[in-house]
């Protein structure tokens, strides 16, 4: 497989999810235009997988490659060409093909789902950024029910964003207070017990989370909204209550989701500070994914 940034060609497509199929292609959303493209790592090449609206899509933040099913969250601030087209729902797609196979929107006054993540039962998990809850779907379900709601995860901007299942308990990145936290998985399926975990670095902007096993964990550091922002991917590994952060690598153009192929992170450039920050609205730089190699503590 080719190691090589990737750069998208559209100039206007804001990425900000990023996921992976078995066969080693890369999917990746659209905040401004509502679509999900397919990309091959070792050519570059990029096509469309979703077009811009299907399924209700209008800003696509989340997405999850689930076996033949691909998931995104398509939620509404307000930055999309198809803002207002749709509510925020949980969306699937056909991986093979790009058919719309479910659409589940969030339920009880749910606003903004951001990120994915599977139980190994194959419940799909999602998390609500500006009510503090997550959202499941069980397996042969036709609609999203509340797995968790616990105000400690309310606040102003940006709360629950990245989240991952490992080792029995799913973890979930909180974007504006920048912490980890561990929620533990009851026999039943059900959320359990919540550990706020202690940081061993301070972070700004925790975004993408991504499980690797044995408590290990990838962090992608968005640095944060406003102008000149810069992110980080940070290597965790939990233990004993606390989150003890390496560094891997530095000064990314506000990274939001990363996705892991072999030894090799593909870090999404989402400059979201180009989209949220009024005094920063130009254009923004060309918007890559980044191939970084992961230190063998992190393999």
């Known amino acids: 497989m080719a190691e090589t940034n990737i750069s998208l060609p559209d100039a206007a497509f804001a990425p900000e999810g990023i996921s992976h199929d078995t066969s080693g292609n890369l999917y990746v959303g659209s905040l401004t235009q509502g679509r999900i493209v397919k990309i091959s790592p070792k050519t570059g090449d990029v096509t469309e997988f979703a077009s811009a609206g299907a ?17 995104a969250c398509s939620s509404d601030p307000g930055i999309s060409a198809l803002t207002g087209t749709a509510p925020a729902a949980l ?7 790009g058919a719309s196979t479910g659409r589940y929107p969030l339920p009880e006054g749910g606003i903004f789902c951001n990120d994915i993540a599977v139980l190994p039962d194959g419940t799909i ?31 102003e901007g940006f ?47 925790a975004d993408g989370l991504t499980a690797l096993g044995d408590r290990r964990f990838l962090i ?28 891997i690598a530095g000064d990314l153009n506000v990274p939001t989701t990363a996705t892991v192929l072999g030894n090799t992170a593909y870090v999404v450039e989402g400059q979201l500070d180009h989209l949220f920050d009024a005094d920063n609205a130009g254009a923004a730089d060309a918007y890559r ?10 393999q």
């Open 125 to 155: 998990l999602a998390t609500d950024s500006f009510v503090p809850r997550i959202y499941a779907l069980k397996p042969g379900g036709d609609q999203l029910e509340i797995w968790l709601d616990d105000s400690r995860f309310a606040g």
């Open 55 to 71: 399924n209700g899509l209008v800003t696509v933040v989340g997405v999850h490659v689930e076996g033949n099913q691909t998931f």
């Open 91 to 97: 969306v699937a797609f056909n991986t093979e093909t």
């Open 220 to 247: 992608v550091e968005g640095g944060g909204l406003s102008a000149g922002a810069r992110g980080a991917l940070w290597g965790a590994t939990v233990s004993d209550g606390k989150a003890t952060l390496e560094a």
């Open 159 to 205: 709360n629950l964003n990245g989240i991952a299942y490992d080792n029995g308990a799913v973890f979930a990145a909180r974007y504006n207070t920048g912490t980890l936290h561990q929620i533990e998985v009851g026999k039943d399926g059900q959320a359990g017990a919540i550990t706020d975990l202690k940081m061993s670095v301070e972070i700004h902007g």
């Open 289 to 298: 994914i980044l191939a970084i190699e992961l230190p063998e503590t992190f």
